[in-house]
């Protein structure tokens, strides 16, 4: 029943803020597939976005690249050994787990996506609960022609289960739910905090991992803050359940899980990452 109503409440504030919309052209977007299992009967992709009000800018200070604390673990430090050591890609259909194959050079590492050959997601092979995370990532220039979703996509998957958006969201408008920093078809960031393509964002979260009842449901919620380049996005914020693609937030009971970072699918150059560490907490 709490679930139900939990997610009552969503749909209905879904619901306010699409009242709200004003009326305009959208980009174009993936085609529009539904979905017709339980989480989401009948639904598109687009159900589940709003555009207004966009969050405003903020230009954030000027930040040397941090090191890592002493008690931290080094999940990436700009070395293939690194990416070898800590990281892997899992197939979520067959489980089968293998090297991590996204490319290391000159200290940063690029998504793959190339899937035929060792692209797609990577997940850290440690499981972690609460933490302190902090990542750099860079969105390259590219051509105007890429927008809103299909514009350097990627995300940090928090226990493998809940995505904070990464996206080139400098000048480029999308619904505010899917921008950086959002809690990605839940929650929009509180201001827009990005640098241009071609420079070094960072990201510290500070996540909460939730406690659940025998029955599944949240004993505890997760919650997460996000900073980004120094800017609070998200303040301590409730999250609802996993991020969906299409259809509302699910609880689904869940222990430690891995950092995942998303290979996107769109085909907008690759993003890179460095200097990736965590604090258990
Ligand atoms: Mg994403």
């Not at 989480?39 to 687009?46: A, K, L, Q, R």
């Not at 996206?167 to 959002?182: F, K, P, R």
């Not at 998200?234 to 899980?257: R, S």
């Amino acid at each position: 029943m709490k679930k139900l109503f939990v997610l009552s409440i969503f749909a209905l504030a879904c619901g306010a803020m699409f009242a709200q919309q004003p009326q305009g052209q959208r980009p174009q977007q993936q085609p529009q597939d539904v979905r017709n299992d339980k989480i989401g009967v009948g639904m598109t992709p687009t159900m589940s976005e709003y555009w207004s009000p966009q969050p405003k800018v903020v230009t954030p200070g000027n930040q040397a690249t941090a090191s890592a604390p002493s008690d931290a673990i080094i999940l990436f430090d700009g070395t293939q050994k690194s990416l070898n050591d800590n990281w892997v890609t899992k197939n979520m259909r067959t489980q089968e787990v293998n090297p991590a194959k996204w490319t290391v050079k000159d200290g940063v590492m690029t998504v793959n996506k190339d899937m035929r050959n060792g692209g797609g997601d990577i997940q850290t092979k440690q499981e972690f609960g609460s933490f302190q995370l902090h990542l750099e990532w860079c969105v390259p220039e590219m051509d105007a022609k890429f927008t809103s979703q299909i514009r350097g996509n990627s995300g940090v998957y928090l226990q493998n289960m809940y995505e904070v958006q990464i996206l080139d969201c400098y000048n480029n408008e999308t619904y505010v739910n899917g921008m950086t920093g959002s809690l990605y078809k839940q929650t929009p960031p509180l201001v827009n905090a990005m640098r241009k393509p071609g420079e070094w964002q960072y990201y510290d979260i500070i996540y909460n991992a939730p406690v659940f009842n025998a029955d599944g449901t949240y004993k505890v919620r997760p919650y997460v803050t996000v900073i980004h380049n120094g800017v609070v996005l998200q303040n301590h914020t409730e999250i609802l359940g996993t991020t969906e693609y299409i259809g509302f937030p699910q609880v689904k009971a869940h222990g430690d899980g891995p950092i995942l970072l998303q290979c996107h699918g769109d085909p907008s150059p690759s993003i890179s990452f460095r200097n990736i560490w965590i604090r258990k907490m």
